[in-house]
């Protein structure tokens, strides 16, 4: 007869299966939105293939162009003069529908099973991307075809983000949030860097590919995603992370560690977000209004300082391989791999963003350092950025990292924080609307930045900096009052220490 485990056993038994199942789903949620934002970029990287200049080209001996056409090599109906407003249109037709399906989207995580809606989601952006790709194939050359698949397409990848935040915070404690969520939310940018590099293999040859093929492995991924997610750690007997709850907060109020905390978070509670203890439907909260979402301090800052920070770095995502092309003379091929340097910084900036606002608990003073920081680096990048391969790579890293960190940690820790606000009384739905809320109205200056890029870089490149150091400038200042708060914080707590010491 086999003897009971002793409790130490136990425990560590226990401990060792949470721990594979949180790292398993942080890596699942990871390659799920790694796969979206590979998906976004190859339009980037293919823009520089739709119009060029073709007097540097030979021309084919079967071409049937008149011997003066000077946009043969180009794709109708992107050869025309106006060829930088079409691609903005396009960019736009993505950007206006994802900021607007995002403010649904969270509305739909919270009442759907996240595992069938990120699936059906990921199918749907496979089958739209790979049909934009395809009219090459077809030998589309309607302007309309391309802004449909983009507009269905930007509806359809509104079901990953707010997702995957609700399943990696249904899962995962507050300890470390800005470093954890930092490093998990590097899968923006490496995304970026293989839609990159795979949209550059096929882009000077058959540009479709570069759709189809990130297509096919997104639609696989949503294949993975069905079989193999698992929404709440309840669904496999593992232990759920601890919540808020009123009397927990009523004990904690007087803690002098509290003092630290920040205008929007809740220093008390030792895990990141909660998670339901039962899934009876008598004891599940409901799901918070989108004006009760609101009412959470910080949101509205964060909301709209992500508005302008998404502004500035989704007119890099999308127009700074063509800006390379057009100013340092590079290939289509070698633009898109010089640009995913900027996506480099863009995990290093993350990683840096959250672990400094960890230590410091200063969550909107790193944002508004770093925003600060990035303004007179794009002005320099803008003029002598491409001086040199060197200068051009070490800067594209530096304005990535300053760009990118801000965006990172209020997308992800900073979404988290106030998702469980202690004002929630430990209600789990809320963290899908926060999200949702402060990531739609980012996407909004998503889609007004390459929009706004493609109507100003006629009259000049400079004038695109202008506009996106304009931007940050504007990020930066909508953080004020938060920033204040938490030296506020500091201060007390500087305080407090001093007066313990003098005990």
């Known amino acids: 007869m086999r003897s009971a485990l002793a409790p130490g056993v136990w425990f560590l038994r226990a401990f060792s299966r949470d721990s ?18 590979m998906s976004r970029k190859p339009i980037s990287v293919v823009k520089s293939r739709l119009h060029q200049n073709c007097s540097e080209l030979i021309k084919p001996i079967n071409d049937s162009h008149s011997l003066n056409d000077t946009t043969w090599c180009d794709w109708a109906p992107f050869d025309k003069n106006n060829y930088k407003e079409l691609l903005g249109a396009v960019d736009n037709a993505f950007l206006v529908a994802y900021a607007i399906g995002m403010f649904i989207s969270g509305i739909f995580g919270e009442r759907l099973p996240l595992r069938y809606y990120l699936s059906a989601g990921m199918l749907l952006s ?89 297509g096919i492995i997104t639609a696989a991924m949503g294949v993975i995603t069905f079989l193999f997610l ?39 509670s030792s895990l990141e977000t909660p998670a339901r203890c039962s899934k009876e439907p008598s004891t ?17 800052e964060f909301s709209l300082c992500l508005l302008f920070a998404k502004l500035v ?25 010089l640009s995913t340097l900027f996506d480099v910084g863009g995990i290093i900036g993350g990683i840096m963003a959250g672990l400094i606002s960890d230590y410091t608990n200063g969550r909107a003073t790193t944002c508004c350092i770093m925003l600060i920081l990035a303004a007179p ?22 304005c990535g990292a300053l760009v990118n960190g801000p965006y990172a940690l209020i997308t992800t820790a900073v979404s988290a924080d106030l998702g469980t606000h202690q004002s929630l009384k430990g209600n ?6 926060v999200t949702a809320i402060i990531d739609g109205t980012g996407s909004i200056g998503a889609a007004l930045g390459p929009l706004l890029a493609g109507l100003i870089s ?14 940050d400038i504007l990020a930066c200042l909508l953080l004020c009052r938060l920033v204040y708060k938490e030296i506020l914080a500091w201060k007390s707590s500087l305080g407090r220490d001093r007066g313990y010491k003098e005990i």
Not at 254 to 267: A, F, I, M, V
């Open 428 to 433: 789990a739905k809320a963290l899908s609307t």
């Open 126 to 214: 496979g089958l739209f991307t790979s049909l934009f790709g395809l009219g090459y194939f077809w030998n589309i050359h309607m302007l309309w075809y391309f802004v449909l698949i983009q507009i269905c397409n930007g509806l359809v990848q509104t079901t990953g983000w707010p997702s995957v935040v609700t399943c990696v915070g249904n899962w995962f404690g507050k300890g470390k949030r800005g470093l954890i969520m930092g490093i998990w939310n590097s899968h923006t940018s490496v995304g970026n860097i293989l839609g990159s590099l795979i949209a550059g293999i096929w882009v000077n040859e058959q540009w479709g590919l570069s759709f189809v093929v990130p």
């Open 458 to 471: 006629p009259t000049g490149w400079n004038n695109v900096f202008y506009m996106l150091i304009s931007a």
């Open 230 to 268: 698992i929404e709440y750690p309840e669904d496999v007997d593992c232990t759920p992370p601890q919540h808020h709850t009123s009397d927990g907060l009523e004990e904690n109020q007087h803690n002098p560690e509290d003092l630290g905390s920040g205008p929007y978070t809740n220093k008390e």
């Open 20 to 37: 594979w199942f949180r790292g398993f789903i942080l890596l699942l949620t990871f390659f799920i939105y790694t796969c979206y934002h």
């Open 284 to 300: 599940q909260p409901a799901a918070i209004s989108f004006l009760g979402a609101l009412r959470i301090p910080g949101v509205v």
């Open 313 to 337: 770095s989704y007119t890099f995502l999308y127009w700074l391989p063509l800006y390379i092309f057009n100013v340092a003379h590079f290939n289509a091929k070698q633009a898109g791999d």
């Open 377 to 398: 680096m794009m002005f320099l990048y803008n003029f002598i950025g491409q001086s040199g391969i060197i200068n051009s790579i070490v800067m594209l890293i530096i």
